[in-house]
């Protein structure tokens, strides 16, 4: 496995998040090497999973700053529907995406970077219950376990969390 020493990545978290697309990758990136710092809406705050696992957030959205970070995780459930309508986290996103850094976005997690205006022309996969939302955000969809665009690692749901997070490190490790 490639080593991320060196590497901070953000990941964002919000009240009914999928519990294996935060914490699986989570884990995998520490095991890297990586520094991994969770942000949600609040510092210090404990979000509860879609299936109850708890996540405490290490510091809010609004403190965060792309520049500061090698990489951000979008995990999925009901959390990116609302974190989507945040115009910070959509700030972040974009510009993680105009600084070429690399984005993962697993299951619902996708509806981040549709919000964010950045998938138009990029080759994704997601949840197929999205599908249509990012083929209506121009992106170009394709079903696999996952997907590598330039600086853009999808994946479609928890069974393809293995797949999702050797991508999402060797694009992390490249860059």
Known sequence: MP???GHKILVFVGDIYEDLELWYPKLRLIEAGAEVVVAGPAANTNYAGKNGYPCVSDTAIDDMDAADFTGL???GGFMPDKLRRDPKVLQIVRDFHEAGKPIGAICHGG???ISAGVYK????TG???IKDDLINAGAIWEDAAVVIDRNHVTSRRPDDLPDFCRGLIEVLAAG
């Open 127 to 129: 949840s197929p219950g």
């Open 73 to 75: 995780v979008v995990p």
């Open 111 to 113: 509806w981040i970077p």
């Open 3 to 5: 080593s991320l020493t």
């Open 121 to 124: 022309g990029i080759r994704v």
